[in-house]
């Protein structure tokens, strides 16, 4: 999905700790920047890429908002599980799209909106959330409450082909770990369902 790396730019929308950007530094990449919203994250993204021995600019600031990210310059953009934060959509994809590149790719992954509305009942799986709702909802991680967001596929396809993106590859699938898991509830269902997807789309 992401390509030959060599000498590219590439910008990750949701650094987090840094270990994308390691990842992309290993591949090739000439020029790393990163973007998180977060001050506590982007510390630890610099702690450890100067501990890997790595150099990126990273910027703390919210995707949605403007800022000294040069326009026209990057050959791929991409974000891991970063994109579904986002309170305005189309603004964020119109940022993303003026600091591609022209053909430049864009590659973000998010959770599948349909594997929140199926729930277990005694053997079988019935819809107890409706996927045409996309008010943003509340959800438990490692003992807080956080909010996420409820967005259609469809969704995501249609504000990136407004946004001036032609859409590359789509997939649907489910992390192999997962898969490979001891027979919890969620591995099972993850097995009838995709748990994420991940879109390709380009700059045009």
């Known amino acids: 999905m992401l390509g030959d790396l060599h000498n590219k730019r590439t910008l990750e929308i949701g650094c987090g700790n840094g270990r994308s950007i390691k990842y992309i530094h290993d591949k090739g990449a000439k020029e790393l920047w990163g973007i998180d919203i977060s001050t ?112 259609k596929l469809s969704t995501y396809i249609n504000t990136l082909s407004d946004c001036g993106f032609k859409i590359e590859r789509l997939i649907e699938d489910s992390d192999k770990n997962l898969l490979e898991s001891e027979n919890s509830e969620f591995s099972i269902k993850a097995r009838k369902m995709p748990v994420l997807f991940v879109i390709k789309a380009s700059k045009i």
Request: charged letters at 25%.
């Open 40 to 151: 506590k994250q982007l510390k630890r993204s610099k702690n450890f890429l100067n501990s890997q021995g790595i150099k990126a600019k990273l910027i703390c600031v919210p995707m949605e908002k403007e800022c000294e990210i040069p326009n026209n310059y990057f050959d791929l953009i991409y974000s891991v599980f970063g994109i579904g934060w986002s309170t305005d959509l189309q603004k964020t994809f119109s940022l993303i799209h003026s600091y591609l590149k022209k053909d430049g790719k864009f590659v973000f992954s998010w959770s599948h909106p349909i594997h929140k509305c199926v729930y277990p009942q005694n053997g079988k799986y019935i819809f107890g959330n409706s996927y045409f709702d996309e008010k943003w909802y509340s959800a438990d991680m490692c003992g807080k409450e956080i909010m996420l967001s409820n967005r």
